[in-house]
């Protein structure tokens, strides 16, 4: 019976420390991850980013390295790199204002369709927080049912 007892007590420990190896994996890939720069000389800065929440990270950034500058950050290039990451390079532009901002409602939601049209978002928001004295910002961004993309803005106090 110990020799059965001994191979069970072993299948568990087999078993548990295989679901915990390959939890632990499944959270390290779907933890949020940040855009990396790649590229800095003034006025513009370029970084690396993989989805919608990076590249809104990147945009923030982008505003924060232009505002020595005294600058907005203008996306002007969007490409892929030879491992197929995505790349964007903001210009940092003195004279470039954010447009008046089309609220939907008052939670700072826009639906988007491309990359170009988030920074432009991500952005007008950026200012609105920075403007209304809550600059930091935190976004969501959804994929609709219909395929269709989504984000929301908030802005608070540090």
């Known amino acids: 019976m110990s020799d059965h007892s001994a191979?069970?007590?072993n299948a568990v420990f087999w078993t548990t420390t295989t679901i915990v190896v390959v939890l632990m994996l499944s959270c390290a890939s779907t933890r949020s991850s940040a855009p990396r720069q790649v590229d800095a000389s003034s006025p513009t800065v370029t970084y690396q980013y993989r989805n919608d929440d990076?590249?809104?990270?990147?945009n923030q950034?982008?505003?924060d390295f232009c505002e020595p500058y005294q600058s907005l950050p203008r996306a002007q290039s969007f490409?892929?790199?030879a491992e197929h990451n995505r790349i964007?390079?903001?210009e940092c532009v003195s004279n470039l204002q954010a447009p008046p901002l089309h609220q939907p409602?008052?939670?700072?939601?826009y639906d988007y369709r491309t990359d170009q049209e988030l920074?432009?978002?991500s952005r007008n928001a950026q200012v609105y927080c920075r403007n209304s004295g809550k600059p930091d910002m935190s976004s969501n961004v959804v994929v609709?049912?219909?395929g269709s993309r989504s984000v929301t803005f908030h802005c608070s106090q540090r």
């Open 7 to 9: 191979q069970f007590k």
């Open 54 to 58: 990076e590249l809104i990270q990147a």
């Open 61 to 63: 950034r982008a505003i």
């Open 79 to 81: 490409s892929n790199d």
């Open 88 to 90: 964007v390079v903001f």
């Open 105 to 109: 409602d008052s939670s700072l939601r």
């Open 119 to 121: 920074l432009e978002v």
């Open 144 to 146: 609709n049912a219909d």
